[in-house]
C-alpha cells in the first residue's frame, strides 16, 4: 500500500501508522519501515524551504494563496513541476490530505486540468494521459469553464470553472 510521506529529507526515527485515506502527518520528520518494495523505494521530496509531501513517485505542495489558473501553473512552472495532474482514488484521496492537513477544511483548490484548447478534450498541463475523472460534470457554463478544481460541493468533486477565478492550488513534481 502507497504512503504518504512527510516532506523532510532529514528522515530519522520511525513515523507513526497513517489513518485511513491519509488523513492525518507525522508531525516531526520520521522513516517508514520498509514494510513493502513500494515503501524500500519511496521518493524523498526537497525540502527547498517548502513543505513537499511525496505519494507514489511524486512530490505535491499546496499553495494556500489564491491565484488564477494560468498564474498558478507559472508558480508551480517556478519551482520546476507544474499543477498537480491526477490518476488514481488513492492519489486524489492524498491530495485532498493534503489539502486538509494545510487549511483544516475541504478547500476547492486548482489542479492541473484543463480545456482550454479544445472544449471537451481534458489535458494534463504536465502532459500525462487524462486517464482518471473524479466525481462531478463538466457543463462549460456559458462556454467560459475551462479549468479543473477539486473539492467541489458536498462530494468534493472535480469541476470545471472559469480560469481567472482566484483559487488556492497543488503543485505536483518528480523528485
Not at 521518493?43 to 512530490?59: A, D, E, Q, T, Y
Not at 482550454?116 to 481534458?122: L, T, V, Y
Amino acid at each position: 500500500q502507497e504512503q504518504l510521506l512527510p516532506h523532510s529529507c532529514l528522515l530519522t526515527e520511525p513515523c507513526p501508522p497513517l489513518a485511513p485515506h491519509y488523513t492525518t502527518f507525522p508531525t516531526k520528520p520520521c522513516l517508514f519501515s520498509a514494510k513493502s518494495d513500494l515503501v524500500k523505494r519511496a521518493v524523498r521530496c526537497p525540502n527547498m524551504h517548502l513543505i513537499w509531501s511525496s505519494f507514489g513517485r511524486r512530490c505535491f505542495y499546496y499553495v494556500p494563496k489564491p491565484m488564477s489558473w494560468a498564474r498558478a501553473e507559472k508558480n508551480c512552472r517556478s519551482m520546476r513541476g507544474s499543477l498537480a495532474s491526477v490518476h488514481s482514488l488513492k492519489e486524489y484521496h492524498a491530495i485532498q490530505s493534503l489539502i486538509k492537513y494545510a487549511t483544516h477544511e475541504d478547500k476547492e483548490a486548482w489542479i492541473g486540468g484543463t480545456d482550454a484548447p479544445q472544449e471537451g478534450i481534458w489535458l494534463w498541463s504536465d502532459g500525462t494521459p487524462f486517464n482518471y475523472r473524479h466525481c462531478g460534470g463538466f457543463n462549460n457554463y456559458k462556454g467560459q469553464q475551462h479549468c479543473l478544481q477539486m473539492n467541489y460541493g458536498a462530494d468534493n468533486c472535480w469541476d470545471d470553472v472559469s480560469c481567472t477565478i482566484d483559487r488556492p492550488f497543488v503543485c505536483a513534481k518528480k523528485p
